[in-house]
């Protein structure tokens, strides 16, 4: 409880930082996306415009490596629109390695004739704007669009993220029972999408298609709320 | 359509109605699910609430039940709901709830509906009017049928015909280059006798001759080779319309015992049916059975032939043989092994003293027999029937075709209703009295002989004496409101499962069998519910489809309600069948019971549907014979 309460209130003051950027980012897609204005943190999770969002990349390090797919699905806690799914493959500035196509399937001939990043982008923030965007494991797409966006706007995006894998740490890796399981010399539960997934008995989809996966993590948020928490829980206690 | 959605399209792709959809209907449909999950024990559908989508079950399972609360359905991965309220534009009727995690795929209304607008038999699966019960059946039937097939269909070339004026030596030239057993012998017409036009000129087909013919009334004979064929052609022609059924000339090549049969259409002959096409075609076997069982000369002779029995039974039903054609022929060899174990018995014990009736009971009256049997059966004898001076012959005759019967796989019945007992083995007019006393004072012994004795059917002897019976049955009980309450009760003793979850077989009540007996849970009661009504009606029917066929002369049944009992009807037996060749198959020996494991996702299906079927006839059964409050008599 007291760790949940620290949480929220050191959570970055999302609506402060957006009506910020609004007035100061030079590029007008930015400025239009921060005045669309982020959710308030005390808004109940099942009233919040959620968006999954993942994405595909060259390795793991956002300063050498590249997006080369993103899947959008926009949904809420009673229904994920797939029909309203987004999903672009686009050409990395850097070539891609071999090891990378083993994992996303991507070829090049894929992404050959695919968009640059940049072009796709008035796309992606009408899609993004407004809506609480939803990942597994946020230490991959916010930096990655960051980086991408700022290295072509020359500015970069920030925004709040509800992390699935995050709220499977605070119950598997954080509370008292893991660290027991710890302590005891068991391994840690795994807190990966798939094995998640499983946990909530949702079924195995075949991982590593951004749209697949962003459509993944929606069932998992869904299932990790209707699990662990309740509708009425606001938005400031579940993002980081 | 996106690579990205193949996952969803996929599983859908594998389940029933989705899996006959057009690939673009299919991708139409998967571009606009939504999703949403559901915790163990949470609310799905809220009765009275507002629907808009088919409901899919990706993963979990999901009750449904009936607004007073009781269990409706169990339903589980690939299973749908909602659509009977969605085709109605109704509220939810039958709320649903996740009995574990549940993952929900919905298929937005206006799909849906564009679905079924556009794809026949996914409509034929959702719409509750016409129910994908009756469509499986159809389907099941329009591969092959020897009932509808016709016979010009299995006709491949145009019958050689020869003149009567030509000898039996260019006949035999003719036969060998045209590479035929038979040739069909023309005169030309004379004065008005029935004709045909062949080149032009009138003619009239005087007979048919075979490669036997030519064996028997021409070598055998000695006759020279200038013979002229209108000399020896055989005397009895026996002909069949082209647009006969396939099943009509089996069973009249297997009356008159020939190989050969001229095809007409009109007087025109179009061909020459080889026994062989129809064993090419099908149920070959049972033809060649039932000459084999009169051939033989012993009971271990008889029962040599049951794995032929076997075989017949599973080749009927691979060619796609509907139950009706299955039920005929079994009964049919079960028959010809009643009466040739009579005719030895016979044979033995000298002619029989008073005239008798050996009666079929059961199934093989009905028509009906499928592999697992075991005898019902009883002696009627002519009323001049002495018990002192004949029963120790008739005693002896029943003895010899139950242990005969038993050796030949139709075990001795455990309820002792053969022709053995004494009390079966009676005079018609104490038949007559049993059969009175029964209908008019029912107890539930007397109840349970009328269920076994009211189907009953002549197998050998005096037809007339059963016939007597039959009509005795048919006037008297629809007199009797009394009775017919009486054998409702009794229809509705069995009952059927609620339907099938995963592997199991789920009860009313909730509870999980891993097995169920098809004829118990399923064609029996059936069986009992139709025979109520045809009795009602005063059908002297036996056979369950053509009492159903007397039923719906009446106004007994509401409307649609007979058809759907017959597609029930039909698709339990087809299962209870086929299971039984799968028995065959795995050298396992065939029971009427099925592994719900080994149940096809589309069987499964229909099977529930079946079983809803059963239920609300049991309903209606008891609905409309209500119990009298005055006693009739």
């Known amino acids: 409880m007291l760790s949940r309460r620290h949480r929220s209130s050191d959570s970055p003051g999302w609506q402060e930082y957006y009506t910020q950027q609004a007035r100061k980012a030079g590029d007008t897609r930015l400025r239009e996306f921060y005045a669309a204005g982020s959710v308030a943190p005390q808004t109940p999770i099942a009233d919040a415009p959620l968006i999954a969002l993942d994405i595909e990349t060259t390795g793991l390090d956002s300063r050498r490596h590249s997006i080369v797919s993103i899947g959008l699905v926009p949904f809420t806690l009673q229904r994920i629109h797939l029909s309203q799914r987004r999903y672009w493959v686009v050409c990395p500035p850097r070539p891609l390695s071999e090891q990378s196509i083993t994992v996303h399937r991507l070829t090049h001939s894929d992404v050959a004739d695919a968009p640059d990043l940049g072009e796709i982008l008035d796309e992606l923030f009408v899609s993004l704007s407004g809506r609480l965007a939803v990942v597994h494991f946020r230490h991959i797409e916010r930096p990655f669009l960051d980086a991408a966006i700022k290295r072509r706007l020359g500015e970069g995006l920030k925004f709040p993220v509800i992390d699935t894998m995050s709220l499977e740490a605070r119950r598997h890796r954080q509370s008292s029972w893991a660290r027991l399981r710890r302590w005891l010399g068991r391994p840690p539960v795994s807190i990966r999408l798939h094995n998640s997934r499983l946990r909530y008995g949702l079924p195995p989809y075949a991982a590593h298609h951004a749209l697949v996966d962003a459509l993944a993590t929606a069932e998992l948020l869904q299932a990790q709320i209707a699990r662990h928490y309740s509708p009425d829980t606001p938005v400031g206690e579940l993002w980081s | ?633």
């Open chain 2, 1 to 633: 359509m996106d690579v990205e959605l193949l996952e969803i399209r996929e599983h859908m792709g594998r389940f029933s109605p989705f899996d006959g959809l057009s690939e673009e209907l299919l991708d139409e449909m998967v571009n606009q699910v939504e999703v949403a999950y559901f915790k163990a024990d949470s609310v799905i559908l809220e009765a009275g609430g507002k629907i808009g989508d088919l409901h899919y079950i990706r993963s979990g399972a999901v009750e449904i039940r009936r607004r007073n609360g009781d269990l409706y359905n169990r339903l589980g991965e690939g299973d749908i709901f909602g659509h009977f309220s969605l085709l109605r534009h109704h509220p939810v009727r039958f709320p649903a709830r996740a009995i574990e995690d549940t993952l929900i795929y919905f298929i937005p209304k206006f799909i849906f509906l564009n679905l079924c607008e556009a794809d026949e038999d996914f409509a034929d699966f959702v719409e509750l009017g016409r129910p994908r019960l009756e469509s499986a059946v159809e389907k099941q039937q329009k591969s092959n049928n020897l009932m509808t097939t016709r016979v010009r269909k299995l006709l491949s070339r145009r019958p050689l015909l020869v003149e009567a004026d030509m000898t039996v030596q260019q006949i035999a030239q003719r036969m060998s280059e045209e590479y035929v057993s038979a040739a069909l012998v023309i005169t030309p017409v004379e004065g008005g006798e029935p004709s045909f036009v062949h080149e032009t000129r009138s003619w009239q087909l005087q007979g048919i001759i075979t490669d036997l013919d030519l064996r028997n009334r021409v070598l055998a004979q000695g006759l020279p080779a200038a013979t002229l064929v209108g000399d020896v052609v055989s005397p009895r022609l026996i002909t069949i319309q082209s647009d006969e059924s396939v099943h009509e000339a089996m069973l009249c090549m297997l009356r008159c015992n020939i190989h050969h049969l001229p095809v007409l259409n009109r007087r025109q002959p179009v061909g020459v049916l080889y026994l062989s096409d129809i064993i090419r075609y099908e149920t070959n076997t049972s033809l060649y059975l039932v000459s084999n069982i009169f051939n033989q000369t012993d009971v271990r002779g008889l029962a040599a032939l049951v794995p032929d029995v076997r075989n017949a039974f599973a080749h009927m039903v691979k060619e796609g043989a509907n139950s009706m054609m299955v039920g005929s022929a079994m009964s049919t060899i079960g028959r010809s092994f009643t009466r040739r174990l009579l005719e030895l018995a016979e044979e033995e014990l000298g002619p029989p003293p008073v005239p008798y009736c050996f009666m079929a009971l059961g199934s093989m009256a009905r028509n009906e027999q499928s592999l697992v049997t075991d005898q019902d059966n009883a002696l009627i004898l002519d009323d001049r029937f002495d018990p002192t001076e004949h029963d120790a012959y008739f005693a002896a005759l029943a003895k010899r075709v139950s242990e005969g019967l038993d050796a030949c796989g139709y075990t001795l019945c455990k309820g002792d209703v053969m022709a053995t007992n004494t009390r079966w083995r009676q005079p018609l007019r104490v038949w007559k009295q049993y059969f009175s006393d029964w209908i008019e004072d029912p107890t539930p012994e007397r109840l349970l002989h009328s269920s076994i004795f009211f189907d009953l059917d002549s197998v050998h002897g005096e037809e007339a004496f059963a016939e007597q019976l039959q009509d005795l049955v048919a006037a008297k009980a629809s007199q009797h409101p009394l009775f017919l309450a009486a054998m409702a009760r009794n229809a509705l003793n069995r009952k059927p499962p609620l339907g099938f979850f995963r592997t199991f077989v789920m009860e009313k009540d909730g509870k999980h069998n891993d097995i169920i007996n098809l004829k118990r849970r399923g064609t029996a009661p059936l069986v009992e519910l139709i025979r109520v009504h045809a009795l009602a009606c005063g059908s002297r029917a036996q056979n369950s489809f053509d009492r159903l066929d007397d039923i719906a002369k009446t106004q007994l049944l509401p409307e649609g309600s007979g058809e759907r009992i017959r597609y029930a009807f039909e698709f339990l037996s087809m299962v209870r069948i086929r299971h039984q060749v799968i028995d065959i198959e795995q050298q396992q020996t065939p029971d009427n019971n099925i592994e719900p494991g080994n149940v096809s996702d589309s069987e499964r299906h229909h099977l529930k549907d079946a079983f809803q079927v059963l239920s609300n006839a049991q309903k209606f059964l008891k609905f409309r014979y209500p119990i009298p409050t005055t006693r009739s008599r």
